[in-house]
Protein backbone atom coordinates (compact mmCIF):
# COMPACT_ATOMS: atom_id res chain seq x y z
CA UNK A 1 0.00 0.00 0.00
CA UNK A 2 0.94 3.52 -0.35
CA UNK A 3 -0.03 7.05 1.26
CA UNK A 4 -0.26 8.26 -2.05
CA UNK A 5 -2.75 5.60 -3.31
CA UNK A 6 -4.68 5.60 0.10
CA UNK A 7 -4.95 8.94 0.23
CA UNK A 8 -6.16 9.89 -3.31
CA UNK A 9 -8.74 7.24 -3.20
CA UNK A 10 -10.14 8.68 0.48
CA UNK A 11 -10.19 12.07 -1.62
CA UNK A 12 -11.93 10.73 -4.63
CA UNK A 13 -14.88 8.96 -2.36
CA UNK A 14 -15.51 12.38 -1.00
CA UNK A 15 -15.50 13.70 -4.89
CA UNK A 16 -18.03 11.43 -5.14
CA UNK A 17 -20.06 12.09 -2.10
CA UNK A 18 -20.03 16.24 -3.25
CA UNK A 19 -21.41 15.42 -6.64
CA UNK A 20 -24.29 13.79 -5.03
CA UNK A 21 -25.93 16.83 -3.14
CA UNK A 22 -28.99 15.25 -2.36
CA UNK A 23 -26.82 12.36 -0.09
CA UNK A 24 -24.69 15.06 1.39
CA UNK A 25 -27.58 16.59 2.81
CA UNK A 26 -29.86 13.26 3.78
CA UNK A 27 -26.56 12.41 5.81
CA UNK A 28 -26.27 15.39 7.41
CA UNK A 29 -29.63 16.83 7.91
CA UNK A 30 -31.69 13.82 9.11
CA UNK A 31 -29.90 12.85 11.69
CA UNK A 32 -30.53 16.25 13.96
CA UNK A 33 -33.88 16.26 12.18
CA UNK A 34 -34.68 12.77 14.13
CA UNK A 35 -32.99 14.32 17.07
CA UNK A 36 -35.24 17.21 17.03
CA UNK A 37 -38.59 14.75 15.83
CA UNK A 38 -37.40 12.76 19.46
CA UNK A 39 -37.36 15.71 21.56
CA UNK A 40 -40.87 16.49 20.89
CA UNK A 41 -42.20 12.93 20.88
CA UNK A 42 -40.69 12.64 24.37
CA UNK A 43 -42.03 16.42 25.31
CA UNK A 44 -42.26 16.75 28.82
CA UNK A 45 -40.40 13.17 29.71
CA UNK A 46 -36.73 15.03 29.38
CA UNK A 47 -34.93 12.51 31.20
CA UNK A 48 -35.91 10.03 28.56
CA UNK A 49 -34.98 12.00 26.10
CA UNK A 50 -31.71 12.57 28.00
CA UNK A 51 -31.01 8.72 28.30
CA UNK A 52 -32.08 8.19 24.29
CA UNK A 53 -30.87 11.19 23.01
CA UNK A 54 -26.69 11.28 23.24
CA UNK A 55 -26.58 7.43 22.37
CA UNK A 56 -28.24 8.16 19.09
CA UNK A 57 -26.00 10.65 18.28
CA UNK A 58 -23.33 8.26 18.25
CA UNK A 59 -25.59 5.93 16.63
CA UNK A 60 -26.84 7.39 13.13
CA UNK A 61 -23.34 7.61 11.91
CA UNK A 62 -23.43 3.55 12.11
CA UNK A 63 -26.94 3.24 10.26
CA UNK A 64 -25.35 6.06 7.57
CA UNK A 65 -21.92 5.05 7.05
CA UNK A 66 -23.64 1.48 6.79
CA UNK A 67 -25.53 1.66 4.39
CA UNK A 68 -23.36 4.36 1.90
CA UNK A 69 -20.58 2.44 2.00
CA UNK A 70 -22.31 -0.63 1.47
CA UNK A 71 -23.93 0.57 -1.73
CA UNK A 72 -20.68 2.45 -2.77
CA UNK A 73 -18.86 -0.86 -2.59
CA UNK A 74 -21.72 -2.76 -4.37
CA UNK A 75 -21.36 0.09 -7.26
CA UNK A 76 -17.73 -0.51 -7.42
CA UNK A 77 -18.12 -4.47 -7.82
CA UNK A 78 -20.60 -4.37 -10.47
CA UNK A 79 -19.82 -1.27 -12.66
CA UNK A 80 -16.20 -2.71 -13.42
CA UNK A 81 -14.42 -0.22 -11.34
CA UNK A 82 -13.34 -2.75 -8.24
CA UNK A 83 -11.89 -5.00 -11.50
CA UNK A 84 -10.03 -2.05 -13.30
CA UNK A 85 -8.92 -0.96 -9.21
CA UNK A 86 -7.63 -4.99 -9.18
CA UNK A 87 -5.48 -4.73 -12.21
CA UNK A 88 -3.88 -1.41 -11.35
CA UNK A 89 -0.86 -1.09 -8.44
CA UNK A 90 -3.35 -0.46 -5.62
CA UNK A 91 -3.21 -2.39 -2.95
CA UNK A 92 -6.73 -3.49 -0.86
CA UNK A 93 -5.69 -2.24 1.95
CA UNK A 94 -5.58 1.43 -0.01
CA UNK A 95 -9.05 0.79 -0.87
CA UNK A 96 -10.01 -0.29 2.43
CA UNK A 97 -8.05 2.56 4.30
CA UNK A 98 -9.19 5.01 1.35
CA UNK A 99 -12.67 4.22 2.39
CA UNK A 100 -12.04 4.54 5.80
CA UNK A 101 -10.36 8.07 5.65
CA UNK A 102 -13.56 9.53 3.69
CA UNK A 103 -16.30 8.43 5.71
CA UNK A 104 -14.26 9.52 9.15
CA UNK A 105 -14.33 12.96 7.79
CA UNK A 106 -18.51 12.81 6.93
CA UNK A 107 -18.96 10.78 10.22
CA UNK A 108 -17.00 13.35 12.46
CA UNK A 109 -18.93 16.19 10.65
CA UNK A 110 -22.42 14.29 10.63
CA UNK A 111 -21.91 13.59 14.57
CA UNK A 112 -20.25 17.63 15.48
CA UNK A 113 -23.34 18.87 13.43
CA UNK A 114 -26.11 16.54 15.01
CA UNK A 115 -24.07 17.28 18.85
CA UNK A 116 -24.43 20.85 17.82
CA UNK A 117 -28.19 20.71 17.19
CA UNK A 118 -28.59 17.94 20.28
CA UNK A 119 -26.61 19.90 23.25
CA UNK A 120 -26.66 23.20 21.91
CA UNK A 121 -29.86 23.91 20.57
CA UNK A 122 -32.35 21.09 21.84
CA UNK A 123 -31.26 21.19 25.16
CA UNK A 124 -29.57 17.74 25.78
CA UNK A 125 -28.37 17.38 28.60
CA UNK A 126 -25.80 14.56 29.41
CA UNK A 127 -23.29 14.53 32.85
CA UNK A 128 -20.83 13.22 30.29
CA UNK A 129 -18.35 15.18 27.86
CA UNK A 130 -19.70 15.71 24.69
CA UNK A 131 -16.62 15.45 22.74
CA UNK A 132 -16.49 11.91 23.75
CA UNK A 133 -19.84 11.31 22.28
CA UNK A 134 -18.46 12.50 18.89
CA UNK A 135 -15.16 10.67 19.31
CA UNK A 136 -17.37 7.18 19.95
CA UNK A 137 -19.85 8.33 17.03
CA UNK A 138 -16.79 8.78 14.56
CA UNK A 139 -15.79 4.96 15.86
CA UNK A 140 -19.66 3.75 15.38
CA UNK A 141 -18.92 5.04 12.00
CA UNK A 142 -15.83 3.26 11.31
CA UNK A 143 -17.60 -0.08 12.61
CA UNK A 144 -20.74 0.68 10.19
CA UNK A 145 -18.14 1.27 6.80
CA UNK A 146 -16.26 -1.78 7.91
CA UNK A 147 -19.49 -4.05 7.97
CA UNK A 148 -20.97 -2.21 4.93
CA UNK A 149 -17.72 -3.00 2.74
CA UNK A 150 -17.84 -6.44 4.02
CA UNK A 151 -21.61 -7.37 3.79
CA UNK A 152 -21.63 -5.84 0.39
CA UNK A 153 -19.45 -8.31 -1.11
CA UNK A 154 -22.71 -10.76 -0.29
CA UNK A 155 -25.50 -8.54 -2.22
CA UNK A 156 -25.58 -8.81 -6.16
CA UNK A 157 -28.36 -5.63 -6.52
CA UNK A 158 -29.03 -2.64 -4.57
CA UNK A 159 -32.36 -4.07 -3.53
CA UNK A 160 -30.55 -6.53 -1.88
CA UNK A 161 -27.83 -4.07 -0.10
CA UNK A 162 -30.38 -1.89 1.28
CA UNK A 163 -32.57 -4.66 2.70
CA UNK A 164 -29.46 -5.83 4.87
CA UNK A 165 -30.17 -2.68 6.89
CA UNK A 166 -33.34 -3.58 8.78
CA UNK A 167 -31.51 -7.78 8.66
CA UNK A 168 -28.40 -6.83 9.97
CA UNK A 169 -28.52 -3.34 11.74
CA UNK A 170 -32.16 -3.54 13.06
CA UNK A 171 -31.59 -6.60 15.44
CA UNK A 172 -28.43 -5.00 16.50
CA UNK A 173 -30.36 -1.74 17.43
CA UNK A 174 -33.50 -3.70 19.01
CA UNK A 175 -31.05 -5.56 21.37
CA UNK A 176 -27.99 -3.21 22.28
CA UNK A 177 -29.87 -1.94 25.27
CA UNK A 178 -31.06 0.82 24.20
CA UNK A 179 -34.88 0.10 24.05
CA UNK A 180 -34.54 -2.29 26.89
CA UNK A 181 -31.58 -2.40 28.96
CA UNK A 182 -30.60 -5.93 28.18
CA UNK A 183 -30.28 -7.35 32.00
CA UNK A 184 -34.22 -7.10 31.14
CA UNK A 185 -34.29 -9.63 28.31
CA UNK A 186 -34.96 -13.00 28.33
CA UNK A 187 -31.22 -14.59 28.42
CA UNK A 188 -30.70 -15.90 24.87
CA UNK A 189 -31.64 -12.73 23.57
CA UNK A 190 -28.62 -11.53 25.64
CA UNK A 191 -26.61 -13.95 24.64
CA UNK A 192 -26.93 -12.59 21.06
CA UNK A 193 -26.67 -9.51 21.88
CA UNK A 194 -23.51 -10.03 23.60
CA UNK A 195 -22.03 -11.12 20.45
CA UNK A 196 -23.41 -8.48 18.50
CA UNK A 197 -20.95 -5.36 18.03
CA UNK A 198 -23.95 -2.42 18.42
CA UNK A 199 -24.00 -3.48 21.64
CA UNK A 200 -20.39 -2.26 22.82
CA UNK A 201 -21.46 0.50 20.80
CA UNK A 202 -24.26 1.99 22.48
CA UNK A 203 -22.78 0.43 26.45
CA UNK A 204 -19.64 2.90 25.77
CA UNK A 205 -22.28 5.91 24.72
CA UNK A 206 -23.86 5.30 27.40
CA UNK A 207 -21.36 5.58 29.86
CA UNK A 208 -19.84 8.47 28.33
CA UNK A 209 -23.42 9.73 28.88
CA UNK A 210 -23.50 8.59 32.28
CA UNK A 211 -19.93 10.49 33.19
CA UNK A 212 -19.09 6.71 33.93
CA UNK A 213 -15.22 6.97 32.34
CA UNK A 214 -14.10 3.42 34.06
CA UNK A 215 -12.27 0.54 32.32
CA UNK A 216 -15.96 -1.20 31.26
CA UNK A 217 -15.51 1.81 28.53
CA UNK A 218 -11.80 1.39 27.85
CA UNK A 219 -13.14 -2.74 27.44
CA UNK A 220 -16.39 -1.52 25.31
CA UNK A 221 -13.54 0.85 23.07
CA UNK A 222 -11.23 -1.94 22.20
CA UNK A 223 -14.23 -4.29 20.94
CA UNK A 224 -15.13 -1.70 18.70
CA UNK A 225 -12.05 -1.57 17.57
CA UNK A 226 -11.48 -4.66 17.47
CA UNK A 227 -14.51 -5.40 15.03
CA UNK A 228 -13.47 -2.83 13.28
CA UNK A 229 -10.07 -4.31 12.93
CA UNK A 230 -12.29 -7.88 11.86
CA UNK A 231 -14.53 -6.83 9.36
CA UNK A 232 -11.65 -4.70 7.72
CA UNK A 233 -10.05 -7.55 7.10
CA UNK A 234 -13.59 -9.96 6.22
CA UNK A 235 -14.31 -7.13 4.07
CA UNK A 236 -10.80 -7.18 2.18
CA UNK A 237 -11.06 -11.17 1.95
CA UNK A 238 -14.04 -10.05 -0.22
CA UNK A 239 -12.26 -7.97 -2.82
CA UNK A 240 -10.44 -10.43 -4.91
CA UNK A 241 -8.12 -10.06 -7.94
CA UNK A 242 -9.39 -12.53 -9.66
CA UNK A 243 -13.02 -13.62 -9.87
CA UNK A 244 -15.45 -16.28 -11.46
CA UNK B 1 11.55 -19.66 -22.22
CA UNK B 2 9.22 -16.48 -24.37
CA UNK B 3 10.15 -16.09 -27.54
CA UNK B 4 10.96 -11.71 -27.50
CA UNK B 5 8.78 -11.01 -29.81
CA UNK B 6 5.60 -13.15 -28.07
CA UNK B 7 4.10 -10.50 -25.53
CA UNK B 8 1.43 -13.20 -24.51
CA UNK B 9 1.53 -17.09 -24.26
CA UNK B 10 -1.19 -19.01 -23.58
CA UNK B 11 -0.73 -22.37 -23.00
CA UNK B 12 -3.09 -25.37 -22.07
CA UNK B 13 -5.79 -22.91 -20.65
CA UNK B 14 -9.01 -24.28 -19.07
CA UNK B 15 -11.59 -21.67 -18.10
CA UNK B 16 -14.54 -23.31 -16.54
CA UNK B 17 -17.66 -20.46 -15.62
CA UNK B 18 -21.25 -21.75 -14.14
CA UNK B 19 -19.85 -25.40 -14.71
CA UNK B 20 -19.07 -25.00 -18.05
CA UNK B 21 -15.62 -25.25 -19.81
CA UNK B 22 -15.59 -21.71 -21.77
CA UNK B 23 -12.08 -21.95 -23.12
CA UNK B 24 -11.22 -25.77 -23.30
CA UNK B 25 -7.27 -26.34 -23.61
CA UNK B 26 -6.66 -23.09 -25.47
CA UNK B 27 -3.28 -22.14 -26.70
CA UNK B 28 -2.14 -18.88 -28.17
CA UNK B 29 0.57 -16.85 -29.07
CA UNK B 30 0.56 -12.72 -29.65
CA UNK B 31 2.95 -11.01 -31.15
CA UNK B 32 4.15 -7.84 -29.78
CA UNK B 33 4.61 -4.47 -31.02
CA UNK B 34 1.51 -5.02 -33.20
CA UNK B 35 -2.64 -4.69 -33.48
CA UNK B 36 -4.22 -8.21 -32.80
CA UNK B 37 -7.90 -8.35 -33.97
CA UNK B 38 -9.66 -10.98 -31.36
CA UNK B 39 -12.96 -11.66 -33.89
CA UNK B 40 -15.95 -14.21 -32.92
CA UNK B 41 -19.48 -13.52 -32.26
CA UNK B 42 -20.96 -12.43 -28.88
CA UNK B 43 -20.34 -16.07 -26.04
CA UNK B 44 -17.75 -17.14 -27.84
CA UNK B 45 -15.03 -16.37 -25.02
CA UNK B 46 -13.57 -13.57 -26.22
CA UNK B 47 -14.30 -11.76 -22.95
CA UNK B 48 -13.21 -14.40 -20.93
CA UNK B 49 -9.95 -15.17 -22.82
CA UNK B 50 -9.52 -11.41 -22.08
CA UNK B 51 -9.93 -11.59 -18.12
CA UNK B 52 -7.95 -14.17 -18.09
CA UNK B 53 -5.07 -12.01 -19.88
CA UNK B 54 -5.10 -9.12 -17.57
CA UNK B 55 -5.35 -11.62 -14.83
CA UNK B 56 -8.81 -10.78 -13.26
CA UNK B 57 -10.29 -14.07 -14.49
CA UNK B 58 -10.14 -17.31 -12.06
CA UNK B 59 -8.79 -20.16 -14.58
CA UNK B 60 -8.62 -24.06 -13.73
CA UNK B 61 -5.26 -24.64 -14.97
CA UNK B 62 -3.07 -23.82 -17.93
CA UNK B 63 -0.40 -21.46 -17.98
CA UNK B 64 -1.02 -17.21 -19.32
CA UNK B 65 2.54 -15.13 -19.54
CA UNK B 66 2.27 -11.70 -20.29
CA UNK B 67 5.41 -9.18 -21.55
CA UNK B 68 7.34 -12.04 -19.56
CA UNK B 69 5.55 -12.78 -16.50
CA UNK B 70 2.79 -14.31 -15.19
CA UNK B 71 -0.69 -13.00 -16.28
CA UNK B 72 -1.66 -11.06 -13.13
CA UNK B 73 1.48 -10.74 -11.48
CA UNK B 74 2.34 -7.10 -9.70
CA UNK B 75 4.69 -6.68 -11.70
CA UNK B 76 2.11 -6.28 -14.70
CA UNK B 77 -0.11 -3.94 -12.83
CA UNK B 78 2.42 -0.95 -14.25
CA UNK B 79 2.71 -2.18 -17.56
CA UNK B 80 -1.27 -3.29 -19.20
CA UNK B 81 -3.86 -0.54 -20.09
CA UNK B 82 -7.24 -2.44 -19.67
CA UNK B 83 -10.85 -1.83 -21.29
CA UNK B 84 -13.66 -3.80 -19.86
CA UNK B 85 -16.87 -3.83 -22.53
CA UNK B 86 -18.79 -1.84 -19.82
CA UNK B 87 -17.17 1.39 -19.22
CA UNK B 88 -15.68 1.26 -15.63
CA UNK B 89 -15.52 4.62 -14.50
CA UNK B 90 -17.17 6.72 -11.76
CA UNK B 91 -20.46 7.83 -13.24
CA UNK B 92 -20.46 10.58 -10.64
CA UNK B 93 -17.25 12.62 -11.06
CA UNK B 94 -15.95 14.61 -13.83
CA UNK B 95 -13.77 13.03 -16.39
CA UNK B 96 -10.59 14.87 -15.39
CA UNK B 97 -11.58 13.84 -11.43
CA UNK B 98 -12.00 10.31 -12.90
CA UNK B 99 -8.82 10.09 -14.71
CA UNK B 100 -6.59 12.32 -12.02
CA UNK B 101 -7.54 9.47 -10.10
CA UNK B 102 -6.38 6.47 -11.76
CA UNK B 103 -3.13 8.81 -12.92
CA UNK B 104 -2.58 9.18 -9.43
CA UNK B 105 -2.86 5.58 -8.29
CA UNK B 106 -0.47 5.03 -11.32
CA UNK B 107 2.01 7.50 -10.35
CA UNK B 108 1.45 9.08 -13.46
CA UNK B 109 2.38 12.94 -14.61
CA UNK B 110 -0.63 15.28 -14.10
CA UNK B 111 0.09 16.61 -17.78
CA UNK B 112 -0.72 12.89 -19.06
CA UNK B 113 -4.64 13.17 -18.23
CA UNK B 114 -4.64 16.26 -20.64
CA UNK B 115 -3.11 14.48 -23.04
CA UNK B 116 -5.45 11.01 -23.00
CA UNK B 117 -8.56 13.77 -22.97
CA UNK B 118 -7.21 14.81 -26.38
CA UNK B 119 -5.94 11.45 -27.44
CA UNK B 120 -10.30 10.12 -27.29
CA UNK B 121 -11.05 13.79 -28.29
CA UNK B 122 -12.90 14.27 -25.20
CA UNK B 123 -11.08 18.14 -24.51
CA UNK B 124 -14.77 19.99 -24.66
CA UNK B 125 -15.90 17.51 -21.97
CA UNK B 126 -13.15 17.64 -19.74
CA UNK B 127 -15.04 19.17 -16.34
CA UNK B 128 -18.31 17.71 -17.02
CA UNK B 129 -19.97 14.35 -14.95
CA UNK B 130 -19.62 11.19 -16.60
CA UNK B 131 -23.47 10.65 -15.87
CA UNK B 132 -24.62 12.87 -18.32
CA UNK B 133 -22.11 12.05 -20.98
CA UNK B 134 -23.41 10.38 -23.82
CA UNK B 135 -22.83 6.22 -24.01
CA UNK B 136 -19.87 6.36 -26.48
CA UNK B 137 -18.39 9.39 -24.73
CA UNK B 138 -18.71 6.90 -21.34
CA UNK B 139 -16.82 4.41 -23.04
CA UNK B 140 -13.80 6.93 -24.54
CA UNK B 141 -13.09 8.02 -20.97
CA UNK B 142 -12.78 4.39 -19.99
CA UNK B 143 -10.42 3.75 -23.29
CA UNK B 144 -8.72 7.20 -21.61
CA UNK B 145 -8.21 5.42 -18.50
CA UNK B 146 -6.58 2.24 -19.99
CA UNK B 147 -3.90 4.69 -22.24
CA UNK B 148 -2.55 6.64 -18.89
CA UNK B 149 1.34 5.63 -17.63
CA UNK B 150 1.78 4.39 -21.15
CA UNK B 151 1.18 1.01 -20.97
CA UNK B 152 3.20 -1.47 -22.97
CA UNK B 153 0.32 -3.70 -23.45
CA UNK B 154 -3.64 -2.10 -24.00
CA UNK B 155 -5.95 -4.81 -23.82
CA UNK B 156 -9.52 -3.66 -25.31
CA UNK B 157 -12.41 -5.36 -25.00
CA UNK B 158 -14.75 -3.74 -27.86
CA UNK B 159 -13.64 -0.21 -27.53
CA UNK B 160 -15.64 1.01 -30.41
CA UNK B 161 -18.94 -0.39 -30.01
CA UNK B 162 -21.48 3.00 -30.54
CA UNK B 163 -18.82 5.45 -31.53
CA UNK B 164 -19.48 6.90 -35.09
CA UNK B 165 -17.51 6.12 -38.12
CA UNK B 166 -15.26 9.58 -37.70
CA UNK B 167 -13.93 8.85 -34.16
CA UNK B 168 -13.57 4.92 -34.94
CA UNK B 169 -11.40 6.07 -37.50
CA UNK B 170 -9.44 8.12 -35.49
CA UNK B 171 -9.29 5.64 -32.42
CA UNK B 172 -8.02 3.50 -35.04
CA UNK B 173 -5.64 5.54 -36.62
CA UNK B 174 -4.54 6.38 -32.29
CA UNK B 175 -4.10 2.44 -31.95
CA UNK B 176 -1.57 2.15 -35.41
CA UNK B 177 0.47 4.50 -33.67
CA UNK B 178 0.61 3.22 -30.46
CA UNK B 179 1.70 -0.18 -31.89
CA UNK B 180 4.20 1.51 -34.00
CA UNK B 181 5.81 3.19 -31.16
CA UNK B 182 6.23 -0.41 -29.98
CA UNK B 183 3.10 -0.30 -27.77
CA UNK B 184 1.33 -4.37 -27.98
CA UNK B 185 -2.27 -4.44 -28.78
CA UNK B 186 -5.23 -6.90 -28.12
CA UNK B 187 -8.50 -5.66 -29.50
CA UNK B 188 -11.64 -7.46 -29.69
CA UNK B 189 -14.60 -6.72 -32.06
CA UNK B 190 -16.98 -8.31 -33.64
CA UNK B 191 -17.14 -5.76 -36.40
CA UNK B 192 -15.46 -7.05 -39.91
CA UNK B 193 -14.18 -3.75 -40.78
CA UNK B 194 -12.20 -3.33 -38.21
CA UNK B 195 -10.58 -6.43 -38.35
CA UNK B 196 -9.02 -5.41 -41.73
CA UNK B 197 -6.84 -2.85 -39.83
CA UNK B 198 -5.52 -5.54 -37.38
CA UNK B 199 -2.31 -7.05 -38.35
CA UNK B 200 -2.90 -10.30 -37.20
CA UNK B 201 -6.29 -11.80 -36.69
CA UNK B 202 -8.15 -14.90 -33.48
CA UNK B 203 -10.89 -16.13 -34.88
CA UNK B 204 -12.41 -17.62 -31.60
CA UNK B 205 -15.58 -19.87 -31.62
CA UNK B 206 -16.81 -21.32 -28.78
CA UNK B 207 -13.81 -21.35 -26.98
CA UNK B 208 -11.65 -22.51 -29.88
CA UNK B 209 -9.40 -20.67 -31.54
CA UNK B 210 -10.24 -21.15 -35.30
CA UNK B 211 -7.82 -19.86 -37.37
CA UNK B 212 -4.92 -17.21 -36.66
CA UNK B 213 -3.15 -14.88 -39.24
CA UNK B 214 -3.07 -11.59 -41.42
CA UNK B 215 -5.62 -10.18 -42.89
CA UNK B 216 -4.06 -11.42 -46.34
CA UNK B 217 -3.39 -15.27 -45.52
CA UNK B 218 -6.73 -15.46 -44.15
CA UNK B 219 -8.09 -14.80 -47.18
CA UNK B 220 -5.91 -16.78 -49.03
CA UNK B 221 -5.74 -19.87 -47.17
CA UNK B 222 -9.98 -20.13 -48.04
CA UNK B 223 -9.91 -18.07 -51.49
CA UNK B 224 -12.31 -15.51 -50.28
CA UNK B 225 -12.71 -12.09 -51.37
CA UNK B 226 -13.79 -10.22 -48.18
CA UNK B 227 -12.74 -11.49 -44.44
CA UNK B 228 -16.56 -12.38 -43.69
CA UNK B 229 -16.62 -14.84 -46.47
CA UNK B 230 -12.97 -16.24 -44.77
CA UNK B 231 -14.25 -16.39 -42.01
CA UNK B 232 -17.55 -18.14 -42.92
CA UNK B 233 -15.52 -20.63 -45.09
CA UNK B 234 -12.85 -21.02 -41.37
CA UNK B 235 -15.87 -21.26 -39.17
CA UNK B 236 -17.23 -23.82 -41.13
CA UNK B 237 -14.75 -25.79 -41.67
CA UNK B 238 -13.64 -26.34 -37.80
Given at each position: MSPRITLATGARVLRQLRHDHRTLALVLV?????????????????????RIGAPLVGIFPFISMFLVTSIAMLRERTTGTLERLMTMPLAKLDILLGYGLAFT?????????TSFVAFG???????????????????????????????SAFAQTEFQAVQFMPAFVLPQILLAGLIVPR?????WLEAISTVMPLTYAYDALARATADDL??????????????????LIL?????????? | MMNSGTAIQIRRLNVRRGGRLVLPELSLDIRSGVVTGLLGPSGSGKTTLIRAIVGVQIVESGEVAVLGDEAGSEALRHRIGYVTQAPSVYSDLTVRQNLAYFARILGAANAEVDEVIDAVALGGHADQVVRTLSGGEESRVSLATALLGRPDLLVLDEPTVGLDPVLRRDLWTMFRELAEAGTTLLVSSHVMDEAERC??????????????GSPN??????????????????????
Open positions: VPPLLLTLFKYVFEGQDETFDVVAAVQATLLLGLDTAGPVWLVVLLATGNALLGMALGLFLDRMADGGRLALDAVVIAGCIGLAGATTLRRRTA | DDLVLIREGRIVATELREETHADDLEDAFLALAEAS
